[in-house]
């Protein structure tokens, strides 16, 4: 088992490295998460790991071990009502001030293995076919390669994509190939995959009209949700809306933005008044 003192030096690395907060009580969890790396690595525990990382002159170690830290959890249209709101409430609020054939910048930051940008793609096709929609680019970064070499291949299990995922879906916008099933090419083609880590500055990638940061703020301590959400607001387009993760909040952090209703789930950066 882990000592105190190597938990409170992952604990330092992770929220160094990725805003990652770990609680004291999370000891035994981190323990049994290591074990598998441990293990690859030739070690006997987390505990060895930790050692190891003193003996090498690089940090690479160090990446891995924080990579094995974070929460991977996702699936296709994760929380159905807010997708709802996002299909009937939010994208029609931001592309009512635009031109007919503008074209939408949205960036799913914090994406994970690609359920949620691949979502966001069937769902605007889906707007689309129904007349509604618009051209979209859809930028999806996470700060973990491992989880992104899966995101860009685009192949999921069974099991995969019955989260979230209705067969008429499933049938219209994946192809079968084998036990596995891969995003259709067209529906691959709108999201584009990159690295990206939410404590470095994402202004280069911006101005995006629409950000979903979904379920990942909630792993950060309130300076780093703070710093990361404002960094954020820099990103958007003067009149985007960034959407967050089922319960998760904001405004109680920063009065970078405002809510635009009761559940707290779009925001709208905080100076943006509609034109009358
Ligand atoms: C729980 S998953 C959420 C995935 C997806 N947004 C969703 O709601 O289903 C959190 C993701 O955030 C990523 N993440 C955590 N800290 C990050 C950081 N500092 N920069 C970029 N991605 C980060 C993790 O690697 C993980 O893939």
Do not use: I, K
């Given at each position: 088992m882990l000592t105190e003192a190597q938990f409170a030096l992952i604990a330092r690395q992770a929220k160094r490295r990725v805003g990652l907060a770990l609680k004291p009580d999370r000891l035994a969890v981190v323990d049994a998460r290591l074990a598998p790396l441990a293990r690859r690595e030739g070690c006997a525990c987390a505990g060895e790991l930790v050692q190891a990382t003193q003996e090498r002159s690089d940090d690479l170690l160090w990446d891995a071990i924080v990579d094995a830290l974070v929460d991977p959890s996702t699936h296709f249209f994760r929380d159905r009502a807010a997708w709802r709101a996002l299909a009937e409430r939010a994208i029609p609020d931001i592309l009512r001030?635009?031109?007919?054939?503008a074209r939408l910048r949205i960036w799913s930051a914090?994406?994970?293995?690609g359920q949620e940008p691949f979502s966001l793609a069937i769902l605007m096709d889906e707007l689309r076919e129904e007349g509604q929609g618009a051209t979209t680019e859809i930028v999806a970064t996470d700060v973990s390669a491992r989880l992104l070499d899966k995101a860009t291949a685009g192949i999921f299990s069974q099991f995969e994509v019955q989260r979230g995922l209705s067969v008429r879906r499933m049938i219209a916008r994946f192809e079968r190939i084998g036990e596995m099933w891969r995003v259709m090419d067209r529906v691959r083609a709108a999201v584009r995959f990159e690295a990206h880590n939410?404590?470095?500055?994402?202004a280069a990638m911006g101005p995006f009209d629409l950000i979903l940061c979904r379920?990942?703020?909630?792993?950060?301590?309130d300076e780093d949700r703070k710093a990361t959400l404002e960094r954020l607001a820099g990103a958007l387009a003067e009149d985007g809306m960034l959407m967050l993760g089922a319960g998760e909040h904001a405004v109680d952090v920063t009065d970078a933005f405002s809510r635009?209703?009761?559940?707290?789930?779009f925001l709208r950066n905080a100076y943006w008044r509609r034109a009358a």
């Open positions: 001030g635009r031109a007919p054939n914090g994406c994970a293995t939410l404590m470095s500055e994402p379920n990942v703020l909630c792993g950060m301590d635009t209703g009761e559940d707290g789930l």
